[in-house]
């Protein structure tokens, strides 16, 4: 959904693979160099909701809002409330395909098996597959119509009709409280944003998981990518600092030194984002077959275990960007121009007011 696969697997394979060299330059301007930016310094913004928190981007800025969970996977497909029969068609389609994997409680005579259930709100269709992991779960799939849009929730549940009761339980509750969202809407009320979508809260031991991705308009090339998660434990393993160490060994055990040592670190180190303590960097990449040199930046900060309002956050920024593919093309961008843009967009992050 994002167009470019920017989570946080590829900022590992791009980062840490690649990992960072111990020569550079560092920018300490920060608000002057901004300031002194034709393409930051003077532009419009607006504002723009993303889970619990809002972030400041240029106006003319395409935002790609990606999956969330909240606490169930849940998508948006615009304009396609009217296509609803067409979904739950290629549903049962696909499970004629692995039907053969069902096992346990879903070959019972009492199952739900290539069922459909009328949900708890209205139009709302609850789906019954069988899931490839494991033949002794539902795949279930959540159809809600609302306004023109379709919103599609996924989740899996054990077979037994308790277990399976809970998981459509869940997904009601969820389906009953979302409603539309205008993209440059902010609520005031406590709850999550979603792509075209906010679900008030009802529970907050709920998972929470949400994406979005941020284009400009002048510079395509240029892609910012956010990944907001509340977990229930953080893991120091998980933090920046540690991943590039790793990163590092990698590249030397991979006999990639040489490409490595080029790499030019523009700034590195601890820094604050409003609430969130964490650890950045800011490179350039050397060109290699099949890649042109392009900039990689990334925030982690891990948050803190199990606070909705806390969570932990990573943020990337990837220059060269055509379609699909990273440093397709020579950035568009001088490393001052990369890093004005970067903080003048990530430091605006913050939590969004409730009444």
């Known amino acids: 959904m994002l167009g470019l696969k920017l989570t946080r697997y590829r900022v590992l394979l791009a980062l840490a693979i690649f990992g960072m060299a111990l020569v550079g330059i560092y920018l300490d301007q920060g608000e002057k160099m901004i300031?002194?930016?034709?393409?930051?310094?003077?532009?419009?913004?607006?504002?723009?909701?993303?889970?619990?928190?809002?972030?400041?981007?240029?106006?003319d800025a395409t935002i790609v809002y990606g999956p969330a969970r909240v606490?169930?996977?849940?998508?948006?497909?615009?304009?396609?409330?009217?296509?609803?029969?067409?979904?739950?068609?290629?549903?049962?389609?696909?499970?004629?395909?692995?039907?053969?994997?069902?096992?346990?409680?879903?070959?019972?005579?009492?199952?739900?098996?290539?069922?459909?259930?009328?949900?708890?709100?209205?139009?709302?269709?609850?789906?019954?597959?069988?899931?490839?992991?494991?033949?002794?779960?539902?795949?279930?799939?959540?159809?809600i119509p609302l306004g023109k849009d379709l919103f599609v929730q996924t989740t899996s549940a054990h077979g037994t009709a308790r277990e399976y009761g809970n998981a459509v339980a869940?997904?009601?509750?969820?389906?009953?409280?979302?409603?539309?969202?205008?993209?440059?809407?902010?609520?005031?009320?406590?709850?999550?944003?979603?792509?075209?979508?906010?679900?008030?809260?009802?529970?907050?031991?709920?998972?929470?998981?949400?994406?979005?991705?941020?284009?400009?308009?002048?510079?395509?090339?240029?892609?910012i990518s956010i990944e907001l998660t509340k977990k229930d434990t953080v893991f120091a393993s998980d933090g920046l600092e540690r991943r590039l160490a790793a990163g590092k060994e990698n590249a030397i055990r991979r006999n990639m030194g040489g490409w490595y040592s080029q790499i030019r670190e523009i700034r590195r180190g601890p820094r604050i984002i409003n609430k969130w303590h964490g650890y950045e960097i800011l490179a350039r990449k050397p060109a290699q077959p099949g890649e042109n040199e392009s900039h990689e930046f990334s925030f982690v900060s891990l948050g803190d275990a199990g606070n909705a309002l806390l969570p932990t956050v990573e943020i990337t920024l990837q220059t060269g960007v055509v379609g699909d593919s990273a440093a397709a093309m020579k950035p568009s961008v001088s490393d001052l121009e990369a890093v004005a843009i970067w903080?003048?967009?990530?430091?605006?992050?913050?939590?969004?007011?409730?009444?």
């Open 35 to 59: 300031e002194k930016n034709s393409i930051v310094g003077q532009a419009q913004t607006r504002t723009i909701c993303i889970g619990r928190f809002l972030l400041d981007v240029p106006m």
């Open 71 to 143: 606490p169930q996977l849940i998508e948006r497909y615009r304009d396609s409330a009217q296509d609803i029969g067409k979904f739950e068609t290629d549903f049962m389609a696909r499970l004629e395909n692995t039907r053969y994997l069902a096992d346990g409680d879903l070959v019972k005579p009492e199952s739900m098996l290539g069922k459909a259930i009328n949900g708890a709100r209205t139009g709302q269709k609850i789906l019954f597959g069988v899931g490839e992991g494991s033949g002794d779960f539902y795949d279930l799939e959540s159809l």
């Open 170 to 223: 869940k997904l009601n509750a969820t389906a009953m409280r979302l409603r539309s969202r205008t993209e440059d809407e902010i609520p005031v009320e406590a709850g999550v944003c979603i792509d075209g979508g906010f679900i008030p809260d009802y529970d907050r031991t709920n998972k929470e998981s949400v994406t979005m991705g941020i284009r400009l308009h002048d510079h395509d090339d240029v892609h």
């Open 343 to 355: 903080d003048s967009i990530i430091r605006t992050l913050r939590r969004r007011a409730v009444k």
